[in-house]
């Protein structure tokens, strides 16, 4: 009796555990904890299953256009635009080895009125004011991309560079977390290390 208890214990906790694994690697919206918020860094989920390959990049805005509030003169709009521009070319921003993937679909979101009410003291960067009442009104933004992509029979490539680097010199870390059907892993990259294997 007791033995058949310890089983079903154990086997509901690896399925709890491949859950959230799952949960975090599509890195749905109701998941902001799982990314920090922090200048310099980037996170970015990618998932194989089935024919399916899928990138997610979530990245400050901070790293990609150099400011976070709403884009109002000329310059900042057509920084915007230009950003927008590469990060939907996924020829500049992910080189993969292997597999045959084609890119069907890309979404870029991007929300520059959202207030970051979470990790707020992870955050680096220097405010020109440091009341509790200005960081009340603070505010930041994301860029967050999805890559969609159709592998042919299941074949996924052995490993994918992040190109980033090469256009945003304000990004210096990507914490990539990937998981196929049978694997998963988790990988660091930088400008000099942007190749994540699998
Ligand atoms: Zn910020």
Known sequence: MCKKIDFLFLFLTIALGNLL?????????????????????????????????????ISPAHNLIGFEYEARTSAEIAKVKQTESVLGDPAKILQLTGGECDFVDIAIESGFSLKDEDNHDD????????????????????????????????????????????????????????????????????????????
């Not at 975090?24 to 919206?29: I, L, N, Y």
């Not at 902001?32 to 998932?47: L, Q, R």
């Not at 256009?167 to 998981?179: A, E, G, M, T």
């Open 21 to 57: 694994v799952l949960n975090s690697a599509f890195g749905e919206e109701n998941h902001h904890s799982s990314h920090a918020h922090i200048h310099g860094e980037a996170d970015a989920n990618i998932a194989m299953i089935g024919s399916s390959l899928e990138i997610e990049f």
């Open 123 to 198: 955050h680096n960067h220097s405010h020109a004011h440091h009341g509790l009442e200005e960081n009340k009104t603070d505010t930041h933004s994301n860029f967050k991309v999805k890559y969609h992509t159709s592998c042919d029979s299941g074949l996924f490539p052995n490993s994918i560079e992040f190109l980033l680097f090469k256009h945003f010199k304000n990004l210096s870390r990507v914490n990539v977390k990937w998981i196929s059907e049978n694997k998963q892993g988790s990988k660091r990259l930088t400008a000099n290390n942007s190749v994540v294997g699998f």
